[in-house]
């Protein structure tokens, strides 16, 4: 976080990833990304554990009632089993310290769900890189992408359907292994 901070313009916002399959571990965290200075949280649905949605409904919101910056939800189930329902989705939206998910099951009906019983100003991010045209066509706001540490300017300017060749690549094997050899193949990290 302090490596990056100190590259970054100071308005630039930092969103730091605390979550965990433990509430208690993901709120330590949590605060002390606060203390940090981060500008929001990035919070998994637990894994492993395979919580009924009551039990992440209430993961969620003492997470985000620990701390005063935004939370991010970030479902992701194709790593952590279990998935936030849309209803879940709905009543964590009314919670004033969330503002937003990171949806990554990539199924683009379910992005527009939650576009439609969320509203216009939760933050609806992709974390799926194949399937960002369509879900940015799905009323998406933006993309956590992994693409984007090999292609930031491409992201932004042009459609990610263009890169797909290039995606596809970056997804040979689980997340992060080709990213990071890309990387270090850029000599951008060792």
Do not use: W
């Amino acid at each position: 976080f302090h490596f990056i901070k100190a590259r970054v313009a100071k308005d630039f916002p930092l969103i730091v990833g605390t979550g965990s399959n433990s509430t208690e571990k993901t709120i330590a965290a949590s605060v002390a990304a606060e203390k940090m200075g981060a500008d929001g949280v990035l919070v998994v649905v637990p894994y492993y554990n395979k919580p009924p949605q009551r039990g992440l409904f209430e993961h969620f919101k003492q997470v985000a009632s620990s701390i005063n910056i935004p939370t991010i939800l970030y479902n992701v189930p194709s790593r952590t089993i279990t998935a936030l329902e849309l209803d879940t989705i709905k009543k964590l939206s009314a919670h004033p310290s969330i503002v937003g998910i990171k949806e990554a099951s990539g199924n683009i009906d379910f992005a527009k769900a939650i576009r439609q019983q969320c509203g216009e100003t939760f933050l609806l991010l992709s974390g799926d890189d194949g399937t960002y045209d369509d879900f940015k066509k799905a009323g998406g706001d933006g993309v956590i992408s992994v693409s984007s540490h090999i292609i930031p300017e491409e992201m932004l300017q042009v459609k990610a359907s263009e890169n797909l060749e290039l995606i596809n690549m970056l997804f040979c094997e689980a997340n992060p292994m080709p990213v990071k050899m890309a990387l270090y193949l850029m000599g951008i990290i060792r």
